[in-house]
């Protein structure tokens, strides 16, 4: 039992070492754009509604908040008043971070950034840095709990494998997620819902919608190479013909490039794409006709 107590207050001063690691660079980030004077426009400054000086001195005051509390953590000299400091500064990142996503507050969190944040949509507040909270709030109690009559913290032989696990853990929850493949950029998932979703909001959709449609709940797709290609047939009374939609991304954030053509529908099966789709719940009037002037589609918008 003592050497599983000494295993498991290892492991764990390991991961609050890790936590303390993070508060540090995460303090420094703060300390750096306060002295600098970035006007960061933050979720959590647009949250608390606070003017640029206001704003400057309460980084300045957290950031050097976190770096003496990473500091406190990670000499392990007091390690019940570290783990204290550490899950007090966790809950009031979860409590923060909780209601600026709940709220729905445009912008990042700007945890540990090195230049202003004024990004509204692209790097959205996300539940991966309430998890991040989490973490340090749940370590910094487990650290509490082992540490309590010790007079240093509980570093031995388990100690590098815990640091290691924390910091690998909360670095997967700092990186940006990558939502799009490096080649093709198209999205990492449910690629074909989603640009199905993105084709069905351009207007070049919209205008042989109109022209051709309604179009059958029913649609054949293939991919050849980065494109994606979208079948879809009309009405037997405008001839056996399918509307094809060539679909690619050419660049990082950039339009689709979509490529509209008329192609009779082959009668033996023959070069008809194999793979077929469900499109009524991306194109809820799927295969309804259009009466009294409404809309034929009521697309969902690009994902």
Not at 237 to 250: I, P, T, Y
Request: overall charge positive; hydrophobic content about 45%; some cysteine.
């Amino acid at each position: 039992m003592i050497g599983i107590n000494q295993v498991t207050g290892s492991v764990i001063a390991g991961c609050a070492a890790s936590c303390g690691a993070v508060l540090i660079v995460a303090g420094a980030s703060k300390l750096h754009r306060g002295i600098r004077g970035f006007d960061d426009m933050t979720a959590i400054r647009r949250a608390l509604r606070m003017p640029r000086r206001q704003w400057r001195l309460f980084g300045l005051a957290a950031g050097s908040t976190e770096c003496l509390v990473g500091t406190l953590v990670c000499s392990g000299a007091y390690p019940v008043l570290g783990g204290v400091s550490l899950a007090a500064l966790g809950a009031v990142f979860c409590a923060v971070l909780a209601y600026v996503v709940f709220a729905h507050v445009p912008g990042s969190c700007g945890c540990i950034r090195w230049r202003a944040a004024t990004e509204t949509g692209a790097e959205a507040l996300t539940w991966r840095a309430i998890a991040r909270s989490g973490i340090l709030f749940g370590v910094g109690v487990a650290y509490t709990v082992v540490s309590v009559g010790a007079a240093h913290a509980p570093r031995q032989y388990w100690f590098g494998p815990g640091l290691a696990a924390g910091a690998a853990v909360l670095v997967l929850l700092s990186m940006p997620v990558p939502v799009r493949t490096p080649v093709c950029r198209r999205p990492l998932w449910r690629k074909t819902r989603t640009t199905l979703r993105a084709l069905a909001s351009h207007s070049s959709f919209a205008a042989m919608a109109d022209s051709a449609g309604p179009f059958g709940p029913i649609a054949r797709y293939r991919r050849t190479g980065c494109t994606d290609e979208f079948w879809f047939t009309v009405p037997p009374g405008q001839g056996n013909l399918a509307v094809v939609f060539q679909v690619n991304r050419a660049a990082p954030g950039a339009r689709l490039a979509v490529h509209v053509s008329l192609r009779d529908v082959p009668t033996s099966g023959a070069g008809w794409p194999a793979r077929t789709i469900t499109v009524a719940d991306v194109l809820p009037q799927a295969g309804k006709p259009r009466t009294n002037g409404e809309r034929r589609y009521e697309v969902s918008p690009s994902a």
